[in-house]
């Protein structure tokens, strides 16, 4: 729970200044005075104000937002030697550039850490196929064990994390897929998925499991390659190179079976019998409770190991130079961005149920996990949260950074500022509408939990 807890903390803290510094740097250089930068809402906990401008630095009690207090007219007297540097004296387009510097920041950052990413290279899992489950699409569309997916449609993947994204975006609005493949006996060629109907309400929507579509894994041994830090494994000091011979009274042949016991294994106690050498011991553990697909299963936070003449065949590690790991990060946060507006569209128009909404618990909750995997799962759950908080406050609603863009694009279209009178409505509108957007969130993170 601490890990939790604290991987949340930073990781909002980190997205809450990089949001407030991009408001703060754009009011500077437009000449606006920054009477207050806070990080947190509620009685500060620290403050600090600066001799050299006057800005006034807290951190508050609630870590839950932040803000960025200027000069401004409309919430106080302001003295005739200061008015050139009140907000509401600046231009439109600087107001709008001010504003707007916020979310821009997020995006930004979500370029640097995706560049930082692909520039380090990270090993991932190539799409290889493994032979589907009678009855799915992919049996029905001849899909054999061995293949390799080269492109979803027009979108070329190269490793299994490419094409889980490909198929989210494409199948959303697709009755069937085209997938291309290869190392098939006729060579490189094509198949044609029939896409089921995904009910509204299904969080994982179009996955390649819900297609019969399954990573190839060959017969290897029960040998423990990796252990996740902080998971049920590394509690019950199991170590890389154990093989488990046994699980209660049930023999091992190989990894794939052990695993079908773990996931049907979920919050029940198991015995493993280890062998390390030739010392053998027992080690009762709990595997986690982990919803996946619609099902509970049992997690314990392991990976095999991988025969050295297979790596090649299973994994990938792409590196790139500072140049196109930068194009590449405006291209992923570019997607990632574009992908959570198509999704809120479909959400309001009944598509996509209500239930893909996170709320902080949630958050929470996958920031502990990413940070339990590495820093550069940690980098990636940063970089897409930062991408989603970017995305949210541009929106046009009222209170949020969108909603004031929303009110300088009517003051440039009209020649004339938004009344007082009709902005003070669209604030207690926009308060109501995050209010029920939070409400539905909160909802959502305990409905979750329960289901555990």
């Known amino acids: ?48 104000q600066s001799k050299a401008n006057g800005t006034e630095w807290v951190i508050g009690s609630l870590p839950l937002g932040g803000y960025v207090k200027m000069l401004d007219e409309r919430e106080g007297n302001v003295a005739a030697n200061e008015l050139h540097q009140a907000f509401n004296r600046k231009t439109v387009g600087q107001r709008f550039s001010i504003v707007a510097a916020g979310p821009i920041a997020n995006f930004v950052l979500a370029v640097l850490l995706y560049a930082v990413l692909f520039m ?26 061995g293949e390799v997916v080269v492109a979803v449609g027009d979108q070329r993947v190269s490793t299994w994390q490419d094409f889980r994204w490909a198929l989210v975006r494409a199948g959303y609005s697709a009755q069937t897929l085209e997938i291309l493949i290869d190392n098939t006996p006729d060579g490189p060629g ?5 896409v089921p109907h995904a009910p509204a309400d299904a969080v994982d929507g179009v996955s390649p499991e819900s297609l019969g579509l399954r990573l190839f894994r ?20 199991l170590q890389v190179g154990d093989e488990i011979v046994r699980v209660d009274d049930q023999a091992i042949a190989d990894w794939e079976s052990f695993v079908r016991i773990v996931r049907a294994s979920a919050a029940r106690e198991i015995e493993l019998v280890i062998r390390q050498g030739d010392v053998q011991r027992a080690v009762p553990l709990t595997p986690d409770s982990v919803l996946s697909q619609g099902q509970t299963i049992g997690r314990i936070g392991i990976g095999p190991k991988i025969v050295p003449d297979q790596e090649d065949l299973l994994q990938v590690r792409r590196q790139y130079g500072v140049g196109p790991a930068i194009a590449l990060g405006v291209q992923r946060t570019w997607e990632m961005s574009l992908f959570s507006v198509r999704m809120m569209g479909k959400m309001l128009i009944g598509e996509v149920s209500w239930r893909h909404l996170s709320g902080p ?52 279209a009209r020649g004339k500022p938004v009344s007082e009178r009709w902005m003070e409505y669209g604030q207690r509108a926009g308060l109501f509408l995050i209010l029920c957007l939070t409400s539905f969130a909160l909802f959502n993170d305990f409905n979750r939990l329960l289901a555990n």
Request: hydrophobic share 55%.
């Open 218 to 237: 060959p017969p290897s041994p029960a040998v423990v390659g990796t252990v996740l830090p902080d998971s049920v494994a590394a509690r019950a000091s």
């Open 120 to 145: 380090y290279g990270i090993p991932e899992q190539r799409p290889v196929l493994a032979a589907p489950a009678m009855g799915t699409p992919a049996a029905a569309a001849g899909i054999q064990s």
């Open 190 to 194: 094509s198949k044609r998925l029939a």
């Open 361 to 412: 618990v949630t958050i929470a909750d996958y920031a502990g996990q990413s940070a339990s995997m590495g820093w550069t799962a940690y980098l990636g759950f940063l970089a897409l949260v930062s991408v989603s908080l970017g995305v949210l406050n541009a929106l046009p609603i009222p209170m949020l950074d969108g909603g004031y863009l929303m009110y300088y694009v009517l003051e440039i």
């Open 1 to 48: 729970m601490l890990h939790t807890v604290a991987s949340f903390l930073v990781a909002l803290g980190v997205l809450i200044v990089i949001h407030e510094l991009g408001h703060f740097w754009a009011a500077r250089a437009c000449g606006v005075k920054v009477l207050r930068f806070s990080i947190g809402l509620g009685p500060p906990l620290f403050r600090f």
